[in-house]
Every structure is written in C-alpha cells, then in structure tokens.
T-cell receptor, first 114, second 114 residues
Framework: AQSVTQPDIHITVSEGASLELRCNYSYGATPYLFWYVQSPGQGLQLLLKYFSGDTLVQGIKGFEAEFKRSQSSFNLRKPSVHWSDAAEYFCAVGLMDSNYQLIWGAGTKLIIKP | EAGVTQFPSHSVIEKGQTVTLRCDPISGHDNLYWYRRVMGKEIKFLLHFVKESKQDESGMPNNRFLAERTGGTYSTLKVQPAELEDSGVYFC????????????FGSGTRLTVV
C-alpha cells in the first residue's frame, strides 16, 4: 500500500540555522509530491510541489525540496530559518492512478529556538 | 478571490450529539474534498465530490458520517451520533479539476467530542 513517512515528529532548530525535514514515500511509480505547512490557527498552505522535470523544486517562504527517485525521498530544506517558520509541516503524495487523493505523512512539528 | 471557508472553526459537543460542519469552496471549483486528522495521526481522505455527486467516499469511516453538497456549491459533513473517536480536525479542500494542480485547503474545523 502507498504510504508516506516523516520520521521526525518534532525538530528543534535555532533561529538562523539550516533546516532539513525528511520525507520518504512508498509507491510503485513516480507520484506527485507536496509539502504543506500548517501554522497555529491556520489552514494547510502549499509550500511546493513536484510533478515532473527538475528534481529540485523551489517553493514559497524560501523553502526548497529535492526529489530523489533512488531513495524515494522528497526532503524539505531551508538555509536559514526564521521564528515565523515554527509550524507543522506535512509531506503528501498524490497518486497518479487516483489523481485527486492525497496520502499524508504524520507531520513534523518545527520548533525554533531564539 | 475568496479562499475555501470552513465553519465553525471549533466545535465541542457531547458524545451522542449531532454536529454539522460546513465547507464553502472557491467559486467555480467543481471538486470538493473532505479530509480528517485524528489526534496524532495522519491526515486521511474522507470523500470527494464532483459538483453535487459523490465521486469517491471510500474514506468515510462509518455510516454515522453523512456528506452532502447541495447544488454543487457548499458542502456539509454531518456526524450523528458523535463518538469520542470522531474528535480531530476536519479539512475541506477544493480544486477546479481532478488533477491535484489547484488544490486549496480551508483552515479546518476542530471537533472535540466529550
């Protein structure tokens, strides 16, 4: 069955430090890949998505993600985090054989140390 | 352009009561989806409407849940009777087509059953 794994439930990073959030998926073909963010009291906001082409994807708020087929990974990165990045981050897979449903990881809560 | 609107934002009800959640999609979006996140778990797909028709309701947990989309506009999700395990955040999303490109989420309804 298709699945998405975000191995880190919580991550704490100092303000200004770099960030990498991990995401691995299990799927027989190349899926559509997404990262969403949910800030406190807010809805789910799309950070970036990968459908095809360049495997390094740029998103909003200075985030980027790299699709690595050999590792079935789609890790999210940011070179320097800001206190406003504190939120919960979700990796999701859109299935090409069911092109409307998203399969989600459990989420990673990002805590920023001042 | 107005986004996807969900209300109420929070609801606290007693076990056995009925609750109705509402989602207003972006105008012109034929596709409407409901997702749910139970505490500490992944976000899970519940169902998908195309206009007023249920395209896929495979994720609905049981027959205590009833979703409708009258006239292909707003949608309601009724839980009757509510159980403790129904507590969680209910997200609605809409998109113009079934291709994952224009998925937009609402801010969610946090349901607490006590």
């Amino acid at each position: 069955a298709q699945s998405v794994t975000q191995p880190d439930i919580h991550i704490t990073v100092s303000e200004g430090a770099s960030l990498e959030l991990r995401c691995n998926y299990s799927y027989g073909a190349t899926p559509y890949l997404f990262w969403y963010v949910q800030s406190p009291g807010q809805g789910l906001q799309l950070l970036l998505k990968y459908f095809s082409g360049d495997t390094l994807v740029q998103g909003i708020k200075g985030f980027e993600a790299e699709f690595k087929r050999s590792q079935s990974s789609f890790n999210l990165r940011k070179p320097s985090v800001h206190w406003s990045d504190a939120a919960e981050y979700f990796c999701a897979v859109g299935l090409m054989d069911s092109n409307y449903q998203l399969i989600w990881g459990a989420g990673t809560k990002l805590i920023i140390k001042p | 352009e107005a986004g996807v609107t969900q209300f109420p934002s929070h609801s606290v009800i007693e076990k056995g009561q009925t609750v109705t959640l509402r989602c207003d999609p972006i105008s012109g979006h034929d596709n409407l989806y409901w997702y749910r996140r139970v505490m500490g778990k992944e976000i899970k797909f519940l169902l998908h409407f195309v206009k007023e028709s249920k395209q896929d309701e495979s994720g609905m947990p049981n027959n205590r849940f009833l979703a409708e989309r009258t006239g292909g506009t707003y949608s309601t999700l009724k839980v009757q009777p509510a159980e403790l395990e129904d507590s969680g955040v209910y997200f609605c999303a809409s998109s113009p087509g079934t291709d994952l490109y224009g998925y937009t989420f609402g801010s969610g309804t946090r349901l607490t059953v006590v």
